[in-house]
């Protein structure tokens, strides 16, 4: 079992920048893959990034390419998400998601078995 947490959601102006973090425990951090997705009211769940075990490999949903940022700490069992440069359309609550699984494709959802609660960024205009 692994357990999920995440927190740096908040309200924060268009152009502005904001950090989420998530703490994955239960199994050792660093042959989970972690991915960050985000949902808003009446929505399919979105991919937004993925970082693949040790951090070797990072993946981005083109719509934040350029300007989020997935990273890990593996001593912390820590993975963050830097998002800048943010817009309107980035509100949603976002969901940190990890699984131990080498098969799937980590862009999607389904290729998670642990979740966290979600946390909610509101950019406003």
């Known amino acids: 079992q692994v357990q999920v947490v995440e927190s740096g959601g908040g309200l924060v102006q268009a152009g502005g920048s904001l950090r989420l973090s998530c703490v994955a425990s239960?199994?050792?951090?660093?042959?989970?893959?972690m991915g960050w997705f985000r949902q808003t009211p009446g929505k399919e769940r979105e991919f937004v990034a993925a970082?693949?075990?040790?951090?070797?490999?990072?993946y981005y949903a083109d719509s934040v390419k350029g300007r989020f940022t997935i990273s890990r700490e593996n001593a912390k069992n820590t993975v963050y998400l830097q998002m800048t440069s943010l817009k309107s359309e980035d509100t949603a609550a976002y969901y940190c998601a990890a699984d131990p699984r080498t098969s799937g494709l980590v862009v999607r959802a389904i290729s998670y078995d642990y979740w966290g609660q979600g946390t909610q960024v509101t950019v406003s205009s």
């Open positions: 239960g199994r050792t951090f660093s042959s989970l893959r």
């Open positions: 970082s693949y075990r040790s951090g070797s490999a990072t």
